[in-house]
C-alpha cells in the first residue's frame, strides 16, 4: 500500500466554510482543506474567488468516499 501525507485545513465553523479557500493564488499539490458540517446533509458549494483549480470529494459520516 502506498501511504502519502496531506496538509489539510480544516473549515469547521461557518465562517471558514464561507471563506473556504477563496482568493488563494497557490495551493500546493499535496494541500487540501475539509470542510466539515455538523450533520450529514446535502452540501453546495460557490467557489467565488477562488483563481485555483478545485476538486471536491465527499466523505460520509463513515469515513467512506461517497462521490
Known sequence: MN???FH???AQTQEQRERGLMYRQTLKEDAGMFFI???E???SFWMKNTP???DIIWINKENKIVH
Open 3 to 5: 501511504n502519502h501525507c
Open 8 to 10: 489539510i485545513e480544516i
Open 37 to 39: 458540517f455538523p450533520q
Open 41 to 43: 446533509d446535502f452540501q
Open 52 to 54: 485555483i483549480p478545485l
